[in-house]
């Protein structure tokens, strides 16, 4: 199992309209390639930090949901409306992969 963990730092002053925008982005990964998708958010550590958690059969797996999703116009949309809106800052979104092993 292949957990993918993508986290982004929320601009001051722009939670309300971040976390919209990220219910939005989430159930459309959901619906339109039907990804295993987790919106979640700290409720201890750095406030404002807010995680997609996706989980894939295996590393193929993951690999060929990214190739439908990252070409997608409606998701490049979603994105460029994320940056138009200013509501992350560009520097803090990191994605991480890990394998369970027990």
Excluded: C
């Amino acid at each position: 199992m292949i957990t993918a963990v993508r986290t982004a730092s929320i601009h001051d002053g722009k939670i309300a309209e971040a976390l919209a925008w990220a219910v939005k982005v989430t159930n459309y990964a959901r619906d339109k390639f039907g990804a295993n998708t987790q919106l979640m958010r700290n409720i201890g550590g750095p406030a404002g930090q807010i995680h997609w958690v996706s989980t894939f059969p295996s590393l193929a797996d993951f690999e060929n949901a990214r190739k439908q999703i990252e070409p997608d116009e409606g998701y490049k949309s979603l994105v460029m409306e994320a940056r138009q809106q200013n509501l992350f800052i560009g520097t803090s979104v990191v994605d991480a992969l890990y394998e369970s092993i027990a």
